[in-house]
Each structure stands twice: as C-alpha cells, then as structure tokens.
T-cell receptor, first 112, second 117 residues
Framework: AAGVIQSPRHLIKEKRETATLKCYPI?????VYWYQQGPGQDPQFLIS???????DKGSIPDRFSAQQFSDYHSELNMSSLELGDSALYFC???????????FGPGTRLTVT | AQKITQTQPGMFVQEKEAVTLDCTYD???????LFWYKQPSSGEMIFLIY??????QNATEGRYSLNFQKARKSANLVISASQLGDSAMYFC??????????????FGQGTRLTINP
C-alpha cells in the first residue's frame, strides 16, 4: 500500500538559511498535518491543511509557512533557520472524520 | 496541563513476556480517539492501534491490544509475546474533536521499551 512520502529525508543547513520540506500524502487523503519532534521529545503539532485550506495551527514560528497544493501535496517553508530548529519533521495524512493519521518517514533537519 | 501522561520513561522486559505500557489522558470532549505509535531508532512513526471513545470493545491488532478504561481515562497498550524487534519508543496520543482537518494529535512523553533476550 502507498504510504506518505517526505523529501528530503535528511537536510543540513546553516543558521539563517532557508529550507523547504515536502510531503506527498497517501492517495485520496485530503488532510495533511505537520509535526516537529526535537531530540528526545514527543512530536508537537505545527499546522494542518484540509482540502488545500489551512485548518488548524499549533506552535509554529512566524518564520515558518506552509501550504497545500492542488494535488494535495504540502510544503513546509522554513526561513532564518536557528540551531533550535534542528529536529525531525513529520508529515501525516488522513481522510474523513474521525480518521487515523498515517505518518511519513520524517525529514531530519540539522542546522549548524 | 499535560493531556497525555505516560509515567514509565523506560521499561525492560524479557523476550516472550507480555508487557503493558501505561497511558492516561485528560479531556472534556465526549468524542476523541486514542492512538499508539511505535518509533524505532530509525525514527519513523509506526501506527499500531486505535481506540475511539465510543468503541465498546477494546481494540486489538495482532499482538497489540488496548486496555481502554474510560472511567479511569486510561488507554494502556498490551503487547503479548514480546519480541526483540519490539524494542523502541512508544507514544500514546489523543485526537480531540471531529472537525475535519483540525484533529491534531497530542502526544505523551513516550516510553522506551527494551526487550532483553
């Protein structure tokens, strides 16, 4: 069965650089969630989209923005990167309500 | 206030034994869902099992079962006949509400399970 695809899997950036993370949900899933997991921490919700519209927002810094495109893939844009942004970034997709969320493999971002 | 509490930072179990991972939750919603995810050292989040708040039967998926006690607000994960490959971090998570697109998960702190041969 098709799963959630995230790219890139690993990313190394320097402070103050920008990064773009991509997420391709499971086919026919219309909802995407982004989570950030710092080292040794539990995942924290950042933002979600349903039918290409932002539907919920968590503790996402103003330096981050995201959107969902017409083909339902989503991108998380991160600017002015800080050392504290180093984390595992997960995308999860779902369909319907109530719904199970299926996670992608994550993008490991390292800011140096 | 913490909505999901996992009180066991680490657990060590002998192979083939059963293990129970504790999870308590706090919500005022009538409709919610409880999830367990496994995160091996490679980092991916693997969905294990789901229990809806209105489900009368405890959820089961192969060797995994969820001991759902609604009055106590607990949703413990039971793994039967543990295997070496079960060694991982386990997260309990809760989804509140039914608004599509706004059903974010809130996670507990996790329990690191180690299976000894």
């Amino acid at each position: 069965a098709a799963g959630v695809i995230q790219s890139p899997r690993h990313l190394i950036k320097e402070k103050r650089e920008t990064a773009t993370l991509k997420c391709y949900p499971i086919p026919r899933h219309d909802t995407v969630y982004w989570y950030q997991q710092g080292p040794g921490q539990d995942p924290q919700f950042l933002i979600s989209f349903y039918e290409k519209m932002q539907s919920d927002k968590g503790s996402i810094p103003d330096r981050f923005s995201a959107q969902q495109f017409s083909d339902y893939h989503s991108e998380l844009n991160m600017s002015s990167l800080e050392l504290g942004d180093s984390a595992l970034y997960f995308c999860a997709s779902s369909s319907g309500t109530p719904a199970e969320q299926y996670f992608g493999p994550g993008t490991r971002l390292t800011v140096t | 206030a913490q909505k999901i509490t996992q009180t066991q930072p680490g657990m060590f179990v002998q192979e083939k034994e059963a293990v129970t991972l504790d999870c308590t939750y706090d919500t005022s919603d009538q409709s919610y869902g409880l999830f367990w995810y496994k995160q091996p050292s490679s980092g991916e989040m693997i969905f294990l099992i789901y229990q809806g708040s209105y489900d009368e039967q405890n959820a089961t998926e192969g060797r995994y079962s969820l001991n759902f006690q609604k009055a106590r607000k607990s949703a413990n994960l039971v793994i039967s006949a543990s295997q070496l490959g079960d060694s991982a971090m386990y997260f309990c998570a809760m989804r509140e509400g039914l608004i599509q697109g706004a059903q974010k998960l809130v996670f507990g702190q996790g329990t690191r399970l180690t299976i000894n041969p």
